[in-house]
């Protein structure tokens, strides 16, 4: 189930714009291929945050979001200097996973840069799958958004 896209981002739930910083790229001159995955990171965080909720709250209550799965497609390269956009939309898989479909534009030409599907799942704080009215926040069950 996909919650409702916001029109104002593009049909993207949420969006973050980011500043391409030197030390950001590699001898190539282009974005290190890890760095985009910190800035994915960072909107899903910060998208969390909107909703009223804090990633580092969840831990400290026993609430573990994880990475399970990251699918990126690298389309082109961003540079120092560049502007760009990160968006997501979430869609719920199961009562403990869910998905993170983000993508990442150059602004202010909107070339695509990347797409990804960050698959996530919720644990306690020994890796056991776990299901908590914080996900059921980001990620209402079928019939609930």
Same mark, same amino acid.
């Given at each position: 189930?996909?919650q %409702? ?7 993207? &739930?949420? =969006? #973050? ?16 291929? @890890?760095?985009?995955?910190?800035? #994915? ?11 009223? #909720?804090? !990633? @580092? ?14 699918? #990126?497609?690298? %389309?082109?390269?961003?540079? +120092? ?9 979430t869609?719920?898989? +199961?009562?403990?996973?869910f998905? !993170? ?9 909107? &070339?695509?840069?990347?797409? @990804? ?7 306690? =704080?020994?890796? %056991?799958?776990?299901? +908590? ?5 980001? !990620?209402?069950?079928?019939? %609930?958004?």
């Amino acid at each position: 189930m996909t919650q %409702k896209p916001n029109p104002a981002h593009g049909g993207w &739930q949420f =969006a #973050l714009p980011f500043d391409v910083r030197d030390y950001e790229c590699d001898l190539q001159g282009i974005v290190n291929n @890890a760095v985009y995955q910190q800035y #994915l990171e960072h909107a899903r965080h910060r998208y969390i945050r909107t909703l009223g #909720l804090d !990633f @580092a709250a969840l831990a400290d209550q026993g609430v573990r979001l994880v990475v399970v799965r990251a699918e #990126l497609d690298y %389309k082109t390269p961003l540079r +120092s200097g560049d502007a760009c956009t990160v968006a997501l939309r979430t869609e719920r898989m +199961s009562p403990v996973r869910f998905v !993170f479909h983000q993508e990442i534009r150059r602004t202010p030409d909107g &070339q695509l840069v990347l797409t @990804a599907r960050i698959v996530c799942a919720a644990m306690n =704080a020994t890796g %056991k799958p776990i299901v +908590s009215d914080a996900v059921d926040r980001l !990620f209402p069950p079928e019939g %609930k958004a």
